[in-house]
């Protein structure tokens, strides 16, 4: 069978950030498109001028850009089917409107706002549909004409054929739609501008657009663009759209549920691929018992069929634990890249270090790679190397007050401070002496952890040694030494 060359796009209104829902639609054509060896195409739809913004058009860019889906044309690198913002194709829409006009497939409508206002009302005073009534479609070509040269404003309406519509969705199977479901509408509105449902149709066309695949509610539109295609006698594309995303209350994901835009949870210190792996996953399964996915391994795995027709439920709980998973395999180089801006945020006296590439950097990185969640966890997670706070510390008084904790405290710190040159390993030879005097299991790495930290928590001991000990010549890190003064001073004798 000579297949068509798959050609999908991600068509946003540049009128906010990109939101889970959009950044999924684009994954799924993106993943498509690389699935099948095809072409991912970016289309701009910013026709509702008094909304969109070029500065959201470059948040969506950004976005898209740091989630990893790479666009094959689109608006600044083009390609051969361009321009792709659809402000820029006005004159190709109104000459496909003329030409539906001038097959009588469409009409010119001079009702003004307030008589259709009117004329809703009164058919809904009537228990009518409160479609449009057809009144400029019978008026006669010398009444045109005359509205014409008298300069009435007018929209263009499109005739909707009196037919039933069948659409058989790669996701949702065959969906139909009786005759009347919908009114005669507007494709042209009177200040010249085209309405969304003529564009899209007049753009996946031109541009040959093999697959569409968007949320499940755009079906309405769907029946509108069917239609259209029909009128021009064009074969449409074929349509997949996918279920809602929602919250875990199962209402319709917003706000209201937490982080939505992509920027958010890049904020949050979410990584890219783990994003993009749960996105995926959010409507998506290849049928195996499986969650963990590496971009290519999605690519390979993706199938439009394996997409759900129920709602997809968002569990920030599993994109919690694959944020973990995808955060424990970035080598070194990419938890530098990733991490270091939170450091710095944290804790701004690091610049220098971070600029440096030092690697006392990438160490307090790694101590804590295996343990969080969040890459936003660092600032307080790594609190501890420069705040050591023993006054008034509950946590520290209660632990202490135990008196083989304490007596394990004070000599470990004791004999930490009469080590001269510290290094990891005197400083465990020092801390480990003690253990000639009885201390050993949970009473020797318990205190020892608490000594060196003033918390009972934190990380590897064997990690942590070693970045206060090369840490020392940061003028901001609490030394060793200075917290076992500080701890002599607390709870010494
Ligand atoms: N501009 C539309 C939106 O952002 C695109 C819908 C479509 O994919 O056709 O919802």
Aim: glycine share 8%; net charge negative.
């Amino acid at each position: 069978m000579n297949q068509k060359p798959v050609r999908v796009r991600f068509a946003p209104s540049p009128t906010g950030h990109l939101h889970v829902g959009g950044a999924r639609t684009a994954l799924f054509n993106w993943l498509y498109a690389r699935n099948r060896g095809g072409k991912f195409i970016l289309r701009i739809e910013d026709t509702d001028q008094a909304r969109s913004t070029l500065e959201s058009e470059k948040m969506v860019k950004h976005d898209l850009r740091w989630l990893g889906m790479d666009w094959d044309e689109g608006p600044e690198i083009g390609g051969d089917f361009g321009p792709y913002r659809q402000s820029e194709r006005m004159e190709i829409y109104k000459k496909h409107a003329e030409q539906l006009l001038a097959e009588g497939k469409a009409y010119r409508c001079f009702c003004t706002d307030a008589e259709l206002t009117a004329k809703r009302e009164q058919a809904e005073a009537e228990s009518r549909s409160p479609h449009y009534d057809g009144t400029c479609l019978k008026l006669s070509e010398t009444e045109i004409q005359e509205k014409l040269a008298a300069g009435v404003p007018f929209t263009i309406r499109f005739k909707v054929p009196d037919n039933a519509y069948t659409l058989y969705d790669m996701i949702r199977g065959a969906v139909h739609w009786e005759p009347g479901t919908l009114g005669d509408f507007i494709i042209l509105r009177s200040d010249g501008m085209p309405v969304y449902n003529f564009c899209v149709v007049v753009d996946d066309h031109l541009m040959e657009i093999s697959h569409v695949i968007r949320a499940e509610e755009h079906l309405p539109n769907t029946l509108r663009q069917i239609m259209l295609y029909e009128a021009f006698g064009w074969k449409p594309p074929k349509f997949a759209h996918a279920s809602l995303i929602l919250g875990q209350d199962r209402s319709k994901l917003s706000k209201r549920h937490g982080a939505t835009s992509v920027g958010q949870f890049k904020e949050e210190g979410y990584l890219s691929e783990a994003m993009v792996n749960y996105l995926a996953l959010l409507g998506w399964n290849e049928g195996k018992d499986r969650e963990e996915y590496t971009i290519p391994e999605l690519i390979k795995a993706f199938s439009v069929k394996r997409i759900n027709n129920s709602p997809a439920v968002f569990d920030m709980d599993k994109l919690n634990w694959l944020n973990g998973i995808h955060l424990r395999k970035l080598t070194d180089e990419q938890l530098f890249e990733v991490g270091a801006p939170f450091l710095v945020a944290a804790f701004p006296f690091l610049t220098p270090l971070v600029a440096d590439h030092n690697p006392w950097i990438l160490a307090a990185l790694n101590m804590e790679k295996n343990k969080m969640v969040l890459l936003s966890e660092l600032g307080e997670r790594l609190q501890f190397l420069f705040h050591y706070e023993l006054k008034g510390n509950e946590e520290m008084r209660a632990f202490f007050a135990e008196e083989t904790h304490l007596a394990a405290g004070r000599l470990m710190a004791e004999r930490i401070l009469a080590v001269k040159d510290l290094t990891p390993d005197s400083f465990w030879e020092a801390a480990m002496s003690i253990k000639e005097e009885g201390f050993k299991g949970k009473a020797l790495f318990h205190p020892l952890r608490a000594l060196l930290t003033g918390t009972l928590s934190g990380p590897e001991l064997n990690a942590m040694v070693p970045v206060l000990v090369s840490g020392a010549n940061i003028p901001e890190l609490v030394s060793i030494q200075d917290r076992c003064r500080k701890f002599i001073e607390v709870f010494g004798r």
